[in-house]
């Protein structure tokens, strides 16, 4: 789990604003990933990018975008179309494009939208 | 993306006491992940298992891959309070993406 930095570790937005979450890898991973958790519950994948200037779609992935410029970069915008936005945001990378490919977690973004 | 069921969601263990989670799932899994998360924390890879029957160890953890390959297990013997978080199962999908079971929360009372 080492080497995936996001921030912040906490962030508190009005509603109807946009906020951009930062995720920074220096794993030289090719895959990244952006998961939502809700209290109590799993993850859901939002997006997800195998490289570099490509990302996919993952399972909920309305109201967020995301860009993936650079290797180690993969930011993710919740945008104010984000009906429900209030939740904790993990970022996760992984080496390569087999199947078996173990993810690495960052520690997290918490964000409360009020 | 195809998903996995986790039984039980909730379990709660006297300190010593063995715990087991169960991941099941209707079609053939290419292969299982365990993660462990911590409460306040992130997901921690803990073991991969590819073939069928798999058994790994590690120490008072013992993970088993299905013959079918179709379920899982984590089995934790005489737990501590240092096993407590969420144990998810998960499978890559297709384009390598983790779909993560619903987790197993894991309270080890002192």
């Known amino acids: 789990d080492g080497g995936i930095t996001q921030s912040p570790k906490y962030l508190f937005r009005k509603e109807g604003q946009n906020v951009t979450l930062s995720c920074e890898q220096n794993l030289n991973h090719d895959a990244m990933y952006w998961y939502r958790q809700d209290p109590g519950q799993g993850l859901r994948l939002i997006y997800y990018s195998q490289i570099v200037n490509d990302f996919q ?11 993936r410029e650079k290797k180690e970069s993969f ?6 179309a984000q009906k429900n936005p209030t939740a904790f945001y993990l970022c996760a990378s992984s080496m390569g494009s087999g199947s078996t490919d173990t993810q690495y977690f960052g520690p997290g973004t918490r964000l409360t939208v009020l | 993306g195809q998903q996995v069921m986790q039984i039980p969601q909730y379990q709660h263990v006297q300190e010593g006491e ?15 992940q365990w993660y462990k998360q911590r409460p306040g924390g992130h997901p921690v890879f803990l073991i991969q298992l590819v073939k069928s029957g798999e058994v790994k160890k590690q120490k008072r953890l013992t993970f088993q891959f299905g013959e079918a390959k179709k379920n899982s297990s984590l089995h934790i013997t005489a737990t501590q309070t240092t096993d ?14 983790l779909t993560f079971g619903s987790g197993t929360q894991l309270t080890v009372l002192p």
């Open chain 1, 57 to 67: 779609k993952g399972d909920i992935a309305e109201g967020y975008s995301v860009s």
């Open chain 1, 75 to 80: 930011p993710l915008t919740v945008t104010s």
């Open chain 2, 18 to 32: 063995d715990f087991t989670t169960y991941c099941n799932s209707s079609t053939t899994l290419s292969n299982i």
């Open chain 2, 84 to 97: 407590v978080g969420t144990y998810f199962c998960t499978q890559s999908g297709s384009a390598r993406q």
